[in-house]
């Protein structure tokens, strides 16, 4: 068992199985817990009635708790897909971040929760050779169903410690914009970006649901200014600007 050094707990969780084809991790997914605390999430994570679990949660101090081997294959991206691959749980390393989330005041994440963020992924990226683009959201691999950890989240923080896929965003200045309900070839220029970025996304040249979602997504990974799902000059140029990072 990979039992990391950060962790001052262990309390494993039933809710696992075999990663896929015997699957190294390749992905750090990153959520918040959505729950009033985090022994409550605890708790839920380790109840095999609730069908979900994670490899650490973290919780407002910046205390880690190991669930789950990183070997093994916990229960926390749901359906989702980057790149084309549709079994996220089995190529990623899922980390809880206790937060009660958007739908109960969403407070900030205190800076001892963000610095135990980057040592733990900074110790699991270097364990397992993780690309800096492979360190998502869950929003980013859900994107109709997850928001979180959302905008006030600070992956700037991250890469300045070394870990993510970053760049500063473009400045929020108004200018041509794409939004629900446009179609035509603008439209798919926009999802062929999302796409090569790793988002998955049909090329039909409609600004349909999933395409809002999927900027909404974007920004609150990217662009946290402004989280509106419209896709403006900031927006995209934002995107352009990681796909050559």
Request: glycine share 10%; proline share 5%.
């Amino acid at each position: 068992m990979i039992r990391s050094g950060l962790a001052s707990r262990f309390i494993l969780s039933p809710n696992v199985g075999p990663r896929r084809d015997d699957q190294r991790p390749d992905m750090v997914l990153l959520h918040y817990t959505g729950m009033d605390n985090a022994e409550r999430a605890c708790e839920w994570l380790c109840d095999p009635k609730s069908g979900v679990s994670c490899h650490y949660l973290i919780d407002e101090r910046g205390a880690i708790t190991q669930m789950v081997d990183e070997g093994m294959r916990a229960w926390h991206a749901g359906t989702s897909s980057w790149k084309g691959d549709e079994d996220i749980n089995s190529c990623a390393v899922g980390i809880e971040i206790q937060n009660p989330g958007h739908t109960a005041g969403y407070p900030d994440f205190p800076r001892a929760q963000m610095m135990a963020v980057v040592a733990l992924c900074r110790e699991v990226v270097a364990r397992h050779g993780i690309h800096g683009s492979r360190v998502l959201a869950h929003s980013d691999v859900a994107p109709l169903r997850k928001i979180d950890p959302g905008e006030k989240f600070d992956w700037a923080l991250l890469h300045a410690q070394g870990i993510g896929h970053w760049v500063q965003p473009e400045p929020v200045t108004g200018g041509p914009f794409l939004q629900l309900g446009d179609t035509g070839k603008s439209v798919e220029a926009l999802q062929d970006l999302f796409k090569k970025y790793g988002y998955s996304i049909e090329i039909n040249g409609t600004y349909d649901a999933l395409t809002q979602a999927i900027v909404g997504a974007f920004q609150r990974h990217f662009r946290p200014a402004l989280v509106d799902g419209v896709a403006d000059t900031s927006t995209v140029a934002t995107l352009h600007r990681l796909l050559t990072a």
